[in-house]
């Protein structure tokens, strides 16, 4: 008899502890909504349409998308560069920013006089041009210049150096 009380005492504390816990786990999933509802404002996101392209209809993935089509890549320059009569080269890495998609398929087909413009002028430089902030500043600058000056339809807006490394 008295085992009979204690597996019945046994199961109402089991079954008290299994009610606790579905307290908590309800609790904390007020909590995560409450948490959301606060931190989003209230505000569901958007959801698209099936098949629709979210990323035209975004005008910053929209922008991002123009100016990746304005961009052409060179592949890496490597030009020894002067220091104080000691050779030193220069790995540069260098994307166009054009003033249209179409002015692409120009430098595209002028890729070689637009290499060679620029490994003349990055010859031309010593370490001491280029080491600092407004020596490189004037260089891209000057790459602008001459860049534009191989061109004879498009433009170019602006150079991007992705890589610049000197040993």
Not at 16 to 21: N, R
Not at 43 to 54: K, L, W, Y
Not at 129 to 151: C, Y
Request: no cysteine; hydrophobic share 45%.
């Amino acid at each position: 008899m008295a085992e009979e009380e204690q597996d019945q005492q046994a199961e109402k504390k089991g079954g008290g502890s299994f009610l606790t816990l579905l307290l908590v786990t309800v609790l904390a999933l007020a909590a995560g909504a409450g948490g959301s509802y606060a931190l989003f404002g209230g505000r569901a996101a958007p959801v698209p349409a099936e098949g629709a392209e979210t990323a035209a209809e975004d005008p910053v993935e929209k922008d991002a998308e123009e100016f990746r089509e304005r961009l052409f890549q060179l592949e890496p320059f490597v030009v020894n560069v002067t220091d104080e009569g000691y050779q030193r080269y220069l790995k540069i890495k260098m994307d166009l920013e054009l003033e249209g998609a179409d002015a692409v398929d120009e430098v595209e087909a002028r890729t070689p006089q637009v290499r060679d413009t620029i490994i003349v002028l990055l010859t031309s430089k010593r370490l001491a041009d280029i080491t600092n902030f407004e020596g490189k500043a004037l260089l891209k600058g000057e790459l602008v210049d001459r860049v534009n000056a191989v061109l004879q339809q498009g433009r170019v807006r602006s150079v991007l150096f992705t890589e610049f490394v000197i040993q």
